[in-house]
């Protein structure tokens, strides 16, 4: 019902060939996401994060002068004290990353991907 009325609103109101292409886009599917976890106090905030495949994480440090890093098996950010740091997730699973300087103090997260 909803597809139908697209479609006669694009044909009245576009070139052919133009609706043609968005206007599955309008209708199924959910657009890719970007999430925030904020290094503060030693720690991830949020620690635990669930996601929908394809969408991006972007960490922020917030933390004063105090260094940190964002350290997954196989890639990791840089260790630094300002910026950010961003990983787009693929693949469905848990993945599991921490500090290297401070897990000791139990700074470790995890993003799980739908
Ligand atoms: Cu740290």
């Known amino acids: 019902m909803s597809r139908r009325a697209v479609f006669s609103a694009c044909a009245a109101g576009l070139a052919v060939g133009v609706a043609a292409i968005p206007a599955g886009a309008f209708t199924t599917g959910h657009a890719a996401g970007t999430h925030t976890v904020t290094l503060h106090e030693h720690l991830f905030h949020p620690a ?67």
């Open 48 to 114: 635990t994060l669930n996601i929908n495949h394809g969408d991006r994480v972007r960490w922020l440090w917030r933390d004063g002068e105090t260094e940190h890093n964002v350290t997954f098996r196989g890639f990791h950010s840089r260790t630094q004290a300002v910026g950010s740091y961003t990983v787009r997730f693929t693949k469905r699973g848990t993945f599991r990353y921490f500090c290297t300087i401070h897990v000791s103090e139990g700074m470790k997260g995890k993003i799980v991907v739908h």
